[in-house]
């Protein structure tokens, strides 16, 4: 099934299972794994999770960044383009193209590579934990395994880029306060992941609820990856994966 995606900005609806109980009014700080299990249930289920094998995405990545500086006065206005394949079992691919050329970066199940702009090739080069929601199509499933250090800190309010104000359960993952996860306290989805890291538009696709826009504020401005199409459940190539392609 593909979904073409025309429009950005529609907001979640509170369609999840409120899960825990008291969330309105919190009468007990949940534990880190009801908090996961949660999420799981408010994107789909476990079983809707585990019927995603594949995934074949097309992601725009739009830059914004303003400053004064002598050599640039107009910033980075940019836009990316993203075509990512993956499998529920570890591979993936993300071709990506930019103004300056194409780069590649694969993990064949075993082993992740990368080949730059330039065209140097790095092996052993691992993605962060927090950039697997685009390449596992079963991300909220094993977000326990990305972050097996998980530690429930408190509910707090923290401010989005949109002016407006999500309340969440917070989850330490690695003793770094900037990398923090964000939980909606009322839809049970996660928000955040990482005081820079907005996660937000989720729709469903194949009976599965999807974040659509990743923002990521940086100095003078953000990164948005914008979703534009998603198809699951396709055959890959496995070769595909492979550095020796």
């Not at 025309?6 to 825990?20: E, H, K, R, T």
């Amino acid at each position: 099934m593909v979904l073409a995606l025309l429009a950005v900005g529609c907001c979640v609806q509170a369609c999840a299972n409120p899960g825990i109980e008291g969330a309105g009014e919190l009468n007990e700080m949940p534990s880190a794994e009801s908090i996961v299990k949660r999420y799981v249930e408010a994107v789909g289920g476990r079983e809707a999770l585990l019927g995603l094998g594949s995934r074949v995405s097309e992601v725009r990545v739009v830059t914004h960044l303003e400053w004064d500086h002598p050599d640039n006065h107009a910033g980075i206005h940019e836009v990316d383009t993203l075509s990512v394949f993956s499998t529920s079992s570890g591979e993936f691919l993300i071709v990506t193209r930019t103004q300056k050329g194409t780069m590649l970066e694969g993990c064949d199940g075993a082993e992740q590579w990368k080949i730059d702009l330039s065209g140097v090739v790095f092996q052993g080069e691992e993605k962060r934990a927090r950039d697997r929601w685009l390449t596992d199509p079963q991300f909220p499933l094993n977000l326990m395994r990305y972050f097996p250090d998980m530690k429930v800190l408190g509910a707090d309010v923290w401010g989005n880029d949109l002016g407006g104000e999500d309340r969440v359960f917070v989850i330490d993952i690695d003793g770094d306060e900037s990398h923090r996860l964000g939980f909606d306290v009322e839809t049970g989805l996660l928000t955040r992941m990482g005081y820079n890291r907005e996660v937000r538009d989720y729709r469903e696709v194949d009976g599965v609820l999807m974040p659509m826009q990743v923002a990521i504020s940086r100095k003078g401005g953000s990164s948005t990856y914008f979703v534009d199409s998603v198809e699951h459940n396709t055959r890959i190539d496995p070769t595909t994966f492979s550095l020796a392609k």
